[in-house]
Structures are given as structure tokens and as C-alpha cells.
């Protein structure tokens, strides 16, 4: 095992799953990872309640009128994909789309929902160099934020609480137990040995809540929320513009 790194400050280095080339068989096994991964820490569990009160806040007057969700940096596409599980058993009329800049993760959440069975719309798209789509009114993102650096982290908060009134930013917290937890459990849960590189690497270039806090504040956020989540995560929530 490695030595615990210091964490005191925040160390990023480039993920393998965000490298151009990587293997399809290798990208295909650590997006099946993070899906464990996910599964494990139900992400969606903590931005459902506010997806489901903002829901019935603005569809009162008019409910056939869709909410428009868009899950940016979606990787293999499951969390969009409970999200529109949980609509449909909640009778919620949501319409989910994700992005990615990667074409293969597309295509790899496109199958999957088709065989969830449930409708979400994915796309390709750079959200570092492109701008976000317009029309959307909530805005989610999980496990991504750690891949940027602030400046980039705090332009696309900027510009995801421009495009909508909702934004969920769930991710990783920087700290000891956050990396002994992703070194050992992407091991228990996966054998993808890029999630394993990943996993760790992922902690030591996550943000602590304070830093992220600050990352919304510079981005213009102003009723800012920070919630800790288990297991060793934040959620972010900016909403009201
Ligand atoms: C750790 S994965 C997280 C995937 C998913 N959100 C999840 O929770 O499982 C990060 C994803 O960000 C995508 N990504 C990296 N840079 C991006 C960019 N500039 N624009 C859009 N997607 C990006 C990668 O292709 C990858 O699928």
C-alpha cells in the first residue's frame, strides 16, 4: 500500500480516464467502476430531495411543462440515470440530458440508459472549452470538480449558475480518511487498474469544503450551501439567482 500522502494541500494530477488514447477496454472497465463506486455512495440520494422540492415549487401552475436537468461531465452516465428512475417512480416530469467531452463515454451512457430503460439525452460536449447549452433549470455534476484547477473549477461554477437556477455539485473532500476509503474500496469494488490509480490520485486533488466554498463565493455564488455527505464527500448547492 502507498504511504498516506499530506493532505494538507490540495495536490492535483492529470486522471488517467481524462487522457486521450486510453484504452476502450480500460475506459469501459473504470466507468463500470465508478458506477459501483457510485452505487456505493448513493450520490443521488443527496440531491434528490432538492430536485424533487424545486420540482414542486415551479411546476404548480403548470405541471405538463418539463423541468430540464442537465448532469455535466457524466462519465458512464448512471447518475443521470437513477435520477430519471426516480422521477419516473415519483411521477416527476423531468427531462434529464448529460454531457461529456469524452465521445466514448457517450456512447457507453447511451447503452446504458437504453437499457435502464429509462429516457435521458447524451451528448459530447467539452465543457471547459465549449459553453454550457442554454434551457436547462437545474444543474448537477458529480466527481468532477476535483479534476480542475481553480480557475477552471471557478469558471464553470460561473457558468453553470448563469445557465440555471439549481446547481448540485457533489464530490469528493480532501482528507485522510477520504483517501484511505477510495485507495482500499475502488479495490474492493472494481479491478480496473485505472480506477485504482484514479481512485487515490482523485482524493489528493479534491477540494476541502472551505476551498469550495470559496471556489463558489469568487464564482459569483451567493447563497451558498456546503453540506458534508457520507462517505467523505460534500454537496454543493447554489441556487436563487
Ligand atoms: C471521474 S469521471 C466522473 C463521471 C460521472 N460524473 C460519475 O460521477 O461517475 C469524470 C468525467 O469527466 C469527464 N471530463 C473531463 N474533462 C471534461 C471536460 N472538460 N468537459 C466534459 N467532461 C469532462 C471525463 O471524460 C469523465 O467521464
Known amino acids: 500500500m502507498r504511504l498516506l500522502p499530506d493532505l494538507r494541500e490540495r495536490r492535483r494530477s492529470p486522471e488517467l480516464m481524462d487522457q486521450p488514447g486510453l484504452d476502450p477496454a480500460e475506459h469501459r472497465r473504470a466507468l463500470d ?20 422540492s424545486y420540482h414542486r415549487e415551479h411546476r404548480r401552475d403548470d405541471p405538463s411543462r418539463p423541468i430540464r436537468l442537465l448532469d455535466v461531465a457524466t462519465g458512464g452516465g448512471d447518475f443521470p440515470v437513477r435520477l430519471a ?8 416530469n423531468l427531462e434529464i440530458s448529460g454531457c461529456d467531452m469524452s465521445e466514448f463515454a457517450v456512447e457507453h451512457a ?11 439525452n447524451f451528448f459530447a460536449r467539452d465543457v471547459l472549452t465549449q459553453p454550457l447549452p442554454e434551457g436547462f433549470d437545474i444543474l448537477t455534476s458529480s466527481l468532477f470538480l476535483h479534476h480542475l484547477d481553480e480557475p477552471e473549477a471557478i469558471g464553470l461554477l460561473a457558468a453553470m449558475r448563469t445557465a440555471g437556477d439549481l446547481v448540485l455539485i457533489d464530490d469528493l473532500e480532501r482528507s485522510r480518511a477520504g483517501w484511505v476509503l477510495a485507495y482500499a474500496g475502488i479495490r474492493l469494488l472494481s479491478r480496473s487498474s485505472v480506477a485504482h490509480v484514479d481512485g487515490p490520485l482523485s482524493v489528493e486533488g479534491a477540494y476541502t469544503r472551505d476551498e469550495a466554498r470559496e471556489l463558489a463565493s469568487k464564482a459569483g455564488w451567493t447563497r451558498t450551501q456546503v453540506i458534508p455527505r457520507w462517505p467523505c464527500r460534500f454537496l454543493l448547492v447554489g441556487e436563487d439567482r
Open 110 to 120: 447511451t447503452q446504458y440508459a437504453r437499457r435502464s430503460g429509462v429516457e435521458v
Open 85 to 92: 428512475r426516480l422521477a419516473r417512480r415519483e411521477g416527476l
Open 33 to 52: 467502476a465508478l458506477r459501483r463506486v457510485n452505487w456505493f455512495s448513493v450520490g443521488t440520494r443527496a440531491v434528490w430531495p432538492r430536485i424533487r
